[in-house]
Every structure is written in C-alpha cells, then in structure tokens.
C-alpha cells in the first residue's frame, strides 16, 4: 500500500486578487453598488472559493437557484438577484424564503408574482430588450409592465435594468452602446427606482457617463481577471489580476530532430533540432484542444509555447527559451507563474483563450471537476 501521488496539475484560487479585481470595479464607479456576478458557479471559480474575495461586494448577482442557497448558507444575508428570474411559480416560495431579488422580463413571470402568496413584498428588477434580443420586454411594452407590477402589492420596489450587447467593442451605431442607453432613456426617464445597466465592459470602459453606470454595476468578467475587451486592452491596462491559475508538470521531455512530428495528427513537423516537454494537462482538465501549435505557455515562469495537438491528458511545450528545463518543471497554463529572477510572472487566460479561438469566460467556466482546486492569497 504506498503512498499515492497525485497527477501534478492543480487550479488555485486567488482570493486576493478576486478582491484586488472587485475594488477596480468600486473605483471606476464609486458613487455606485457594485453586484459580484457569481452563475455558473462564479464562473468556474466555486461559489464558496470565491466568496472570501468577494464578499466586500454589495450584492451578488446569478441565476441558478441552487447557487442562492449556497450563498445564503455562506451566511450572506445581503442582496442576491435572480439574473433570469424565475424559472416556475414555484419559484417564488424560495425567492420570499431567501429574500432573493428577481428579475423580470416576460409576462408570465408577473402572472406568477400576482399569484403568489407571501408576507413581505419582493425587489424586482425590470428587464428592458434595449437591443439585444435575449430577455426582456421591448421598449413599447415596457410601461405597461411596469404599470402592472406597480400594482401589485406582491412588489416592492421595482429596479429598471437593461444588459449591453457591445459595451466591449464599438459597434456600428444602430447596435453601439450609446443607441441602447438612448433607447432605455427614451422609455424610462419619468419612471422611478434604481436603474442597472452596466457589465464589466461598461463598467471599466464607460463609467464615467452616470447614465451608463447608474444605480447598481454588474461585474462579471473583471472580477475574475480577464479584460473584457481584450485584445484591445489587456488585464494590464486595467490593473486586473488574474483569479485563477492552472499549473502541471512537465512529466517527460523529447529530443526531436529534423522531421521528427509531435502528437495526434502529427501536425506539428520539426525543422531542426528541437527539445520539447510533455506536460500532465489536457482537454480532459479543461484546455482548450483547438488551442494550436503557438499558444503561450510558461515554463517555470518563462515564456515559451505549445507545439502540436492537445491530447486528452497532455499537451508538448517547446523547451527552447528554458534549456534547464526537464522532468518536474512547473508549467503554467494560465494565470500566475513562479517568481523569476525576483519578479513576478503571469500568463493572462485571455491569451490562451484568442489562441483557442475563444474568450477567458469560456476557459474559466471549463476547468474540468477532475482538477483539484485550491485557495491561495
Ligand atoms: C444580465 C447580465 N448582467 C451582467 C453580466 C456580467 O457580464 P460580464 O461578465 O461581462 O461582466 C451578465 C453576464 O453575461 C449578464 O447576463
């Protein structure tokens, strides 16, 4: 009976650098509350891992009902909002029990309400379709909404909300930001309550226009240390960290020659003389497999890249830019790297992500259950 080693990859958690992340948001828009946004299980991250570094937010935001009891029974007894609303009438008992926010934005979810029977009255949030055509009532509808949930004494108060298409990009002007601000104005400027419109690409990019980020920002991405406009800025330009590291091992090292090709496919064909390390991740721990040949890597905290295809459980690095290199070298797939001569090393997830064709969410949210995870300041 020996001792068993563990498969050397790991995730770890930053729970400073969540907090670091959340006082960004706080800054950009100081005279606002800021909504950790904390679905898909804070994104990626653990909803009880990323707690601690989050807990300085005013209210968290996310959708699974599941995922609101878990924040309750973290003892959070400040706001929580329901990004979606309900799902069923019955719902609506969890909601009254966990005084849980909720957003709507379809008529049935107001046929609910007005059946439901409870003491206290809700905190809805209003959802207006100002042009991007998920959820919500179109502008035209909107009032008659509202009119209809203001009667209700089911409700309480009533925040307006609307969610940016293209608060990253400057999109053409018919779909840009600035057209669904001034659609959401044109409907609501005589309505009372609290309005909430901002992501985090708003958040960091538009702030400083009030309409923009009004009463309550909703900080995804940002708080997780990935820029939400990259590649046009980076977590650099706004003094973002990266929340998650994924680090392994190299487990094996290959001396090609001129040639020789590495993986499945064999899609990568050395030129020369090259020395490559395998190492202890893969699609099954969460990289990306359209990640190809070039995607930036760091070898005990100096930048080299992938070379071939990503298998289920290992992927080959090019060992060029580290010839100390070998068995046991710590790898980073993402996020924080060792030291290197007394300086502190990163790999931004948004890199690998443009490399793989997708963005950091999409990453981030991925990591597989098989990949232990841990806390680390
Ligand atoms: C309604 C709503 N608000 C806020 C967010 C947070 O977005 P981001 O992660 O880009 O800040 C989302 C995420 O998709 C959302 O659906």
Redesign the pocket.
Known sequence: MGCKMPRPIEAIVHTGALAHNLARARAATPDARV?A?V?ADA?GHGIERAFPGLQRADGF?L?DLNEAERLRALDWRGPILL?EGCFSPRDLELCSRLKLWH?VHDTAQIDWLAAHKTQEPHRVFL?MNSGMNR?GFRPDAFRAAWARLNALPQVDEITL?T?FAN??ADADSRHGLAAQVATFRAATHDLPGERSLA???A?LRHAADAAVRADWV???????GSA?DFPAQDIHHWDLQPTMTLRSKLIATQDLQAGDAVGYGSTYVASGPLRIGIVACGYADGYPRHAGTGTPVLVEGVRSSTVGRVSMDMLAVDLTPVPGAGVGSEVTLWGHGPQREGRATVLPIDEVAQAAGTIG?ELMCALARRVPVRSAD
Do not use: Q
């Open positions: 909504f946004v679905k994104y935001a959708l990004l957003v959802k959820l909300m969610h608060a990253d992501n985090s690409a958040t909703r900080a995804g991405i940002l708080s997780y939400p969410y």
